[in-house]
Every structure is written in C-alpha cells, then in structure tokens.
C-alpha cells in the first residue's frame, strides 16, 4: 500500500459507481488521433495510451489520485504503434478493456462534457519478453524511475495543450513528440536501469547487482539494488567491530536513505554524529548502532516486488535474499546471523517484513511490521474475500469502502473498491497498472492461462472467481502458518516471540481488519499472543511501530537483537533457525502458479462415452478453463452443426440425442476480457445404430 497522503477535502460520493450511464444533453462524438513525431522511433510499438483531460490550464499530471483528482482518464492498448502507424481513440466500453477505450470518472470519451480541458497523453512501451517457464508476456519493464503508473523512464509523450470540447463531432490530433528521460527523476540513476548506480556519500552507500536468478527468469537482465545507510564511526577498515543489519522494506527508496523514518534533519545530525542530543527530560545517549538497508527493487506490475517469489513477478525473494544480501554482507561489517537481522516497514513494507521472517526464520530473526498489507484473505482491506460473491458490492448493496480518513471521529469514505479498481483499469488492463490492486493480484494470485494475474475477480464488476481467490492461500499469512503450525518447517515453536505488528484502528486502507484476522487464526493455535499484535486506538496509517518516536523505536530493536544473541537472555535457538524452517521456495512457487500449472489446469471437452446410438442420450463434459472464462457450446453432427451455440456454466454436463448415423463432436468456446477466445474440441464419437 503506498503510502500517500490521505486528504480528507475533496470527498466522493462513495454510491456512485463510475460507470453508469447518465442522461446527458450532448453527444460528444470526440475523437483523438494519436501519430509519432519524426524520428522518435525506429520500429512500431506495443504499449498502452493513457491520455487525460484536466482543467483548463492545469497540468494534468498534477492530481491523478483516485481520491482527489479532477482528470477525466482514457486508456487503450496500442499494438504495432508508430512510426507512421497511427492510431484513434473514441468512445469506450467496460466490455472489451483490451481492444477497447475504458475511462474513469466517465467510461467512454462520448461522456466528456463541452468545455475547454488541457490535454496530455501517455505512451507507456511494453515489452515482450519470454520467461523461463515459457509465457510469453508484454509488460513494462521499470528503468530507474521506480515503477510510475503513466509517464515512467522511456514514455512517449505529447505536449500538453488546451483543447476546446465543443459536443458534437471532433476530431483532435495529438502528436508524441517528447520522451521522458531518466533526468525527470530525482535522484536519478546513473546509467538507469542498468548496472549504474546513484553517487555514494560518507555514510550513504549503493549496491546493485544483476540478479542471476531473475535474469534468467525474465530471459533479459534485471538488477536489484539496496542502498546501504552505515551508522556513527563505521570504519571501512575495521574488520572486527561488526553491525546487526535492520532491512528497511518499503516502496522504491530511490537512492536516498533511511526511507521509512529518519528523513528529517534533527535524526540525520544525531545518527551522523552517534549522539542524541540531550533534552530536558533526558541527558546526552549514544544513538543505537546499526547497518539500516533499503532495497531497489522496481519489478514489473509495480514499484516494488513484494520481496518474496511469486510465480507473477518472479524469484524476487531468492534475488533479495540469496544474491544482494550476501553481496551486502561481503561489503560491510555486518553480523552474519539470523539475530542480527531484523525486518521492518511499514505498509506494503509492513507485509514485506513479516512475509519475510515468516517465509524465512533461516535467515531472519524478528520483524517489526506496522500496518501491513492484507495479512489474512477473510479480509482484503475491507473484503470479506473467502466469502463475498462480490468484491465491490455487499450482499445488501453498499459499495466496499477501500480508503477513509476520520473527520471529527466520523469515518469519511474517500474512494470505494470499485472506484479505485476502474480508475487503475485506465492505466493498464490484466493487472498491468503499477497500482495497488493489481500488483495484490499479481503477488499473490498464480499466472492465467493468457500470461499475466489469474485476477480475483472481474475488475469491471467485481464478480469473485473462488477458484483464483483459492490459488492465493499461500500467501494468506496466517493461513500458511497454521498450516505449517506443527509441519516439518514447525512454525510454532520457530516463530514464537519473533512477529511484532501494529496497527492503528482507524486505518486509512482498512489494514487494520486484516491484522485481526490474523491474531484470531495464529492465536488459535498458538495460544493469546502467539504473535505480538498491538492495535492501537484511532490510530491511522502512518508513522514508526507503535508510533513510537524514531529513538524510542531503534532502542527497541536493538533490545531484542542483544537479547537474542547467542550471550543474551534468550538467544535465538540453532532449531528455530534451522534451514527446514524454509518456505517461499522458488521451484514450488512457480510449480503451483506457473506456465506448466495453468496449462494443466485445461481440459478439453470431453464425451462420456466412446459410442454412441442414433436415438441414444450422450453427455460431455465441457473442459476446463480458466476462472471466469464465459462458455458456449455446439453440438456437431457429420462435421455440420446440429444446434445454435447454447450458453453452458463451467463444470455443466452437456447432453444431445444423435438423430442420424455417423460421428459427434463438442465444441466449446471460451471468452474472457483479456484472453484470446478460443474453441476447443472433444473427441469424436461414431454414432451407430
Ligand atoms: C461523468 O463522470 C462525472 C463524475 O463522476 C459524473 O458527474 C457525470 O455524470 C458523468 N457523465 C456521464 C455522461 O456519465
Ligand atoms: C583504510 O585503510 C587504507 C589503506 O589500508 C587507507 O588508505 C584508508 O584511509 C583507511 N580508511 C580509514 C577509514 O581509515
Ligand atoms: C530539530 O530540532 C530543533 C530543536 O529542538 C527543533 O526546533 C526543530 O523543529 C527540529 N526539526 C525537525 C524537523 O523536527
Ligand atoms: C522542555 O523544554 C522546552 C523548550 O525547549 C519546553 O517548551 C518544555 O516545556 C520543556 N519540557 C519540560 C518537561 O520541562
Ligand atoms: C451493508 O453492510 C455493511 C457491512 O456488512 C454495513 O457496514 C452497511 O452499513 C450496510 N449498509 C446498509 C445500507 O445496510
Ligand atoms: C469538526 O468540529 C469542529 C468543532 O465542533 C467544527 O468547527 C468543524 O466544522 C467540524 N468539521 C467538520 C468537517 O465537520
Ligand atoms: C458498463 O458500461 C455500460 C455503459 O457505459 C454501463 O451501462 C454498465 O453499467 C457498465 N457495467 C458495469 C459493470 O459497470
Ligand atoms: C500442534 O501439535 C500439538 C502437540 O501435538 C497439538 O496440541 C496442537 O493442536 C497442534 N496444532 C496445530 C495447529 O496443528
Ligand atoms: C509486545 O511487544 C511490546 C513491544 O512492542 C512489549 O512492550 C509487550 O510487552 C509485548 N507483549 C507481550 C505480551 O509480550
């Protein structure tokens, strides 16, 4: 969950769904025309046109919050785009994201009311890359920008201009004449999405290295980085004085330091200087003394990974984990040791850190996770995901709330599921936004048979597929750990004493539900307070664990990390540590989410019998597809049809009475938004006598 700014000013009216149909007193007919400057490619493209509409003179990259913005948005998918290729955008409709336009507040550009609006479109480039299992994906591959929805490294963009909607029929040219350079970044990378890296300072230190792992994964090179923040009187050349390491998780840090706390200068001068200065209240005391870590791990679907493997993104945790760590461990003093490694963050940090001891109580020894992502699936911010029908409507017809603030103790939605799931459907379809949802669906959701997220639900209407809500258990944290409660990886008495979560009741993303969940599962199996789980009182999102102020926190950590040394009052055993304590291992994950698995997951229609009689009742069965796949059916009789394609439900048994002599045959077609629809045959059957 990034952690944006919540502004409790400019409310929306939390029933209104953003794509009904008003009625209206004009008929825009708008259409825009989008070509390729001279020169600004070499070949066609695939990518996806974001185009907006902002108040007269606005620059419309200033607000595009689902919460706040006043945009108008409009996205297309482009395939072979440019250089002379051009291509139109009109109209719009939820029905085929894909091919078609979708937009948000308004579905379709014939909703765009007259009046004068400054434009700006988007072209974000994809990539077709093949990855080892063997899909073949086009994604954007982010390049030292950390991951933007619209406008990252390498986008095509047109100027902006002030364009008048006049509601009737119109025809406006928009020219990509611009791209953006990794110079619109701060605190760019040197060299960008390669091996370079940002400048080094005294205590501020960068690493990058080439992921052998992913690489070979994504069949391209990607790299992960860490920027590596030294504490008071660290000495290059002091080999014996060494550090426990705290890895900060979080989003994309880019090269700057402490990301999550201490970005403010009275921290920076005590940390710097190794001492807190003295306050009325207490004297002069040495600053706790630790390797602080951020990782760079810009991915494809986000601006970060989620630090763990997952069969949509790849072998991000073993990247991490097996490839930078140890790179960071050969460059700096650190103690090698589970104890001496501690995970923090908050947010999507907060799921990172816990997932990561959870995951791996081989290599780390505590975590300090502050309103963490959707810790337990029966809540997914505000969804009751294992049993609603619906991921945006209740059973008694109120919208889903997805981000609030308290207004004079009074909760205030400021965006509801659906909102948020459609304005992200604007900036890429199958999960390709770099938004919060779809990156959900994409660390914790298998692969689809078309290649990207087998997504949760439908992101237009929100229908729950149980199937795919199924395949995300793995990563149900709490889910996992009762299930390796007593297995052999004996979470139980590995984790004891090593989880601690805070958070705050009034969570501006509803995180708080989800942290209670999992209290309830582990503490039923691991008695009251298995897991340390604080939840503080009309507390938002936001801020150090437990609120605490930054030292008080630091003073915390480096408490447990001496207690649990080997010399302390409770070390850390050789047992809770022990390598079968393992789990996220790379080859499962992408054995359940991969290629191979969602190709095994089809089936073909298939007839219940190997002959048939003319007059005789036959049954198929209608395959296996995807969740979500829509289905029809034909009979064919002597290679002709027999009947009109019917409707059928997946797992439905077909019936037919053969009424001549010779051979039947099942098809079925399969269509889903985002997959290409295809017909599958059964066997033929000899009809005899
Ligand atoms: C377009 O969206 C705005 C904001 O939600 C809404 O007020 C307006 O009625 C919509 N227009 C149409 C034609 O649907
Ligand atoms: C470390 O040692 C090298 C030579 O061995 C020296 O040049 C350098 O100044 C030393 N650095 C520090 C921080 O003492
Ligand atoms: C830093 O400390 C000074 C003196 O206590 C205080 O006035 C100032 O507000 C502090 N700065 C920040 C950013 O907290
Ligand atoms: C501490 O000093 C500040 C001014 O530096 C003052 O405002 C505050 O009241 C003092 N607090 C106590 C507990 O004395
Ligand atoms: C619908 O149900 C939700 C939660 O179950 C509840 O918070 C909300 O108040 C209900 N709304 C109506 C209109 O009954
Ligand atoms: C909150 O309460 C204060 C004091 O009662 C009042 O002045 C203010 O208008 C209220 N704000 C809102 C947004 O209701
Ligand atoms: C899809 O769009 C159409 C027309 O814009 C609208 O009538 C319909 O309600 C939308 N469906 C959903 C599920 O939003
Ligand atoms: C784990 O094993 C213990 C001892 O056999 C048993 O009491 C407990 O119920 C088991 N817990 C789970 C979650 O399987
Ligand atoms: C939970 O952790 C806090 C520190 O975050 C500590 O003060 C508290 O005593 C712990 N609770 C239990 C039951 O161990």
Same mark, same amino acid.
């Given at each position: 969950?990034?952690?944006?700014?919540?502004?409790?000013?400019?409310?929306?009216?939390?029933?209104?769904?953003?794509?009904?149909?008003?009625?209206?007193?004009?008929?825009?007919?708008?259409?825009?025309?989008?070509?390729?400057?001279?020169?600004?490619?070499?070949?066609?493209?695939?990518?996806?046109?974001?185009?907006?509409?902002?108040?007269?003179?606005?620059?419309?990259?200033?607000?595009?919050?689902?919460?706040?913005?006043?945009?108008?948005?409009?996205?297309?998918?482009?395939?072979?785009?440019?250089?002379?290729?051009?291509?139109?955008?009109?109209?719009?409709?939820?029905?085929?994201?894909?091919?078609?336009?979708?937009?948000?507040?308004?579905?379709?550009?014939?909703?765009?009311?007259?009046?004068?609006?400054?434009?700006?479109?988007?072209?974000?480039?994809?990539?077709?890359?093949?990855?080892?299992?063997?899909?073949?994906?086009?994604?954007?591959?982010?390049?030292?920008?950390?991951?933007?929805?619209?406008?990252?490294?390498?986008?095509?963009?047109?100027?902006?201009?002030?364009?008048?909607?006049?509601?009737?029929?119109?025809?406006?040219?928009?020219?990509?004449?611009?791209?953006?350079?990794?110079?619109?970044?701060?605190?760019?990378?040197?060299?960008?999405?390669?091996?370079?890296?940002?400048?080094?300072?005294?205590?501020?230190?960068?690493?990058?290295?080439?992921?052998?792992?992913?690489?070979?994964?994504?069949?391209?090179?990607?790299?992960?980085?860490?920027?590596?923040?030294?504490?008071?009187?660290?000495?290059?050349?002091?080999?014996?004085?060494?550090?426990?390491?705290?890895?900060?998780?979080?989003?994309?840090?880019?090269?700057?330091?402490?990301?999550?706390?201490?970005?403010?200068?009275?921290?920076?001068?005590?940390?710097?200087?190794?001492?807190?200065?003295?306050?009325?209240?207490?004297?002069?005391?040495?600053?706790?003394?630790?390797?602080?870590?951020?990782?760079?791990?810009?991915?494809?679907?986000?601006?970060?990974?989620?630090?763990?493997?997952?069969?949509?993104?790849?072998?991000?945790?073993?990247?991490?984990?097996?490839?930078?760590?140890?790179?960071?461990?050969?460059?700096?003093?650190?103690?090698?040791?589970?104890?001496?490694?501690?995970?923090?963050?908050?947010?999507?940090?907060?799921?990172?850190?816990?997932?990561?001891?959870?995951?791996?109580?081989?290599?780390?020894?505590?975590?300090?996770?502050?309103?963490?992502?959707?810790?337990?699936?029966?809540?997914?911010?505000?969804?009751?995901?294992?049993?609603?029908?619906?991921?945006?409507?209740?059973?008694?017809?109120?919208?889903?709330?997805?981000?609030?603030?308290?207004?004079?103790?009074?909760?205030?939605?400021?965006?509801?599921?659906?909102?948020?799931?459609?304005?992200?459907?604007?900036?890429?379809?199958?999960?390709?936004?770099?938004?919060?949802?779809?990156?959900?669906?994409?660390?914790?959701?298998?692969?689809?048979?078309?290649?990207?997220?087998?997504?949760?639900?439908?992101?237009?209407?929100?229908?729950?597929?149980?199937?795919?809500?199924?395949?995300?258990?793995?990563?149900?944290?709490?889910?996992?750990?009762?299930?390796?409660?007593?297995?052999?990886?004996?979470?139980? *008495?590995?984790?004891? &004493?090593? %989880?601690?979560?805070? /958070? @705050?009741? $009034? #969570?501006?993303?509803?995180?708080?539900?989800?942290?209670?969940?999992?209290?309830?599962?582990?503490?039923?199996?691991?008695?009251?307070?298995?897991?340390?789980?604080?939840?503080?009182?009309?507390?938002?999102?936001?801020?150090?664990?437990?609120?605490?102020?930054?030292?008080?926190?630091?003073?915390?950590?480096?408490?447990?990390?001496?207690?649990?040394?080997?010399?302390?009052?409770?070390?850390?055993?050789?047992?809770?540590?022990?390598?079968?304590?393992?789990?996220?291992?790379?080859?499962?994950?992408?054995?359940?989410?991969?290629?191979?698995?969602?190709?095994?997951?089809?089936?073909?229609?298939?007839?219940?019998?190997?002959? *048939?009689?003319?007059? &005789?009742? %036959?049954?198929?069965? /209608? @395959?296996? $597809? #995807?969740?979500?796949?829509?289905?029809?059916?034909?009979?064919?009789?002597?290679?002709?049809?027999?009947?009109?394609?019917?409707?059928?439900?997946?797992?439905?048994?077909?019936?037919?009475?053969?009424?001549?002599?010779?051979?039947?045959?099942?098809?079925?077609?399969?269509?889903?938004?985002?997959?290409?629809?295809?017909?599958?045959?059964?066997?033929?059957?000899?009809?005899?006598?």
């Amino acid at each position: 969950m990034l952690k944006a700014i919540v502004v409790a000013a400019l409310a929306i009216d939390a029933s209104a769904m953003p794509t009904g149909n008003v009625e209206r007193d004009y008929n825009t007919n708008l259409e825009v025309k989008f070509s390729v400057a001279d020169g600004f490619l070499d070949t066609p493209i695939d990518g996806r046109i974001v185009l907006m509409f902002a108040p007269s003179e606005m620059n419309p990259l200033e607000d595009t919050d689902v919460t706040s913005s006043p945009n108008k948005i409009f996205g297309k998918n482009v395939y072979d785009f440019g250089p002379k290729n051009t291509v139109i955008l009109s109209g719009g409709n939820n029905d085929s994201t894909a091919t078609n336009v979708f937009g948000w507040p308004n579905v379709s550009m014939s909703d765009v009311e007259p009046g004068t609006y400054s434009v700006q479109a988007f072209l974000t480039r994809y990539e077709t890359v093949t990855r080892s299992d063997g899909s073949i994906v086009s994604l954007r591959f982010p390049c030292g920008d950390g991951g933007l929805n619209v406008n990252g490294f390498g986008s095509l963009t047109t100027s902006t201009t002030d364009i008048e909607i006049t509601g009737g029929a119109q025809t406006v040219d928009l020219v990509f004449n611009k791209i953006t350079a990794v110079e619109a970044f701060t605190g760019k990378e040197i060299g960008g999405c390669n091996q370079g890296n940002y400048e080094d300072t005294e205590t501020l230190k960068h690493i990058k290295v080439r992921s052998k792992r992913l690489s070979k994964f994504w069949g391209r090179d990607v790299y992960v980085g860490a920027n590596v923040i030294l504490p008071a009187g660290y000495d290059a050349n002091d080999t014996k004085t060494r550090y426990p390491v705290i890895y900060n998780q979080g989003h994309w840090p880019a090269g700057q330091g402490a990301y999550n706390y201490g970005d403010d200068e009275n921290f920076t001068a005590a940390w710097d200087s190794g001492i807190i200065p003295a306050s009325n209240t207490t004297a002069e005391l040495p600053t706790p003394k630790f390797i602080v870590v951020t990782f760079r791990h810009e991915a494809p679907y986000y601006d970060d990974s989620y630090a763990v493997n997952t069969a949509n993104l790849g072998p991000y945790g073993d990247a991490i984990n097996e490839e930078l760590i140890p790179h960071i461990e050969d460059t700096f003093h650190t103690i090698r040791a589970p104890y001496a490694r501690v995970q923090d963050g908050g947010s999507t940090g907060g799921w990172e850190s816990i997932a990561n001891v959870i995951y791996r109580p081989d290599l780390f020894g505590v975590c300090f996770s502050s309103y963490p992502d959707s810790l337990d699936f029966h809540r997914h911010q505000d969804i009751e995901l294992y049993t609603a029908t619906n991921a945006y409507q209740r059973a008694n017809g109120s919208f889903v709330p997805s981000i609030r603030t308290f207004v004079n103790d009074t909760q205030k939605v400021l965006a509801t599921v659906a909102q948020e799931n459609h304005w992200e459907l604007t900036f890429g379809t199958s999960s390709r936004s770099f938004n919060q949802w779809d990156v959900w669906n994409a660390v914790f959701g298998v692969q689809g048979y078309n290649g990207y997220p087998l997504e949760p639900w439908d992101k237009v209407t929100g229908e729950i597929y149980p199937e795919a809500v199924a395949y995300w258990k793995p990563f149900d944290l709490s889910d996992y750990i009762v299930t390796n409660f007593n297995s052999s990886r004996n979470l139980g *008495a590995a984790l004891a &004493g090593r %989880i601690f979560i805070y /958070v @705050g009741t $009034w #969570d501006n993303y509803f995180l708080n539900e989800g942290v209670i969940e999992f209290q309830k599962r582990t503490d039923a199996v691991g008695g009251l307070g298995w897991a340390n789980v604080t939840i503080l009182p009309e507390k938002p999102h936001g801020g150090n664990y437990q609120t605490r102020e930054i030292w008080d926190y630091l003073k915390l950590v480096e408490r447990w990390v001496k207690d649990h040394a080997p010399d302390g009052s409770n070390p850390l055993s050789s047992s809770s540590t022990a390598p079968s304590t393992r789990g996220n291992v790379w080859e499962d994950v992408v054995a359940y989410g991969g290629r191979g698995a969602a190709v095994k997951r089809q089936a073909d229609p298939k007839i219940k019998a190997d002959k *048939a009689k003319v007059g &005789g009742e %036959i049954i198929a069965s /209608v @395959g296996r $597809w #995807d969740p979500g796949v829509r289905l029809s059916a034909q009979w064919i009789l002597n290679s002709k049809p027999a009947c009109e394609y019917f409707r059928v439900e997946q797992g439905e048994s077909v019936n037919y009475t053969p009424t001549a002599k010779g051979h039947v045959q099942l098809l079925v077609t399969g269509e889903k938004r985002n997959y290409v629809t295809e017909t599958r045959k059964s066997q033929r059957v000899l009809v005899g006598k």
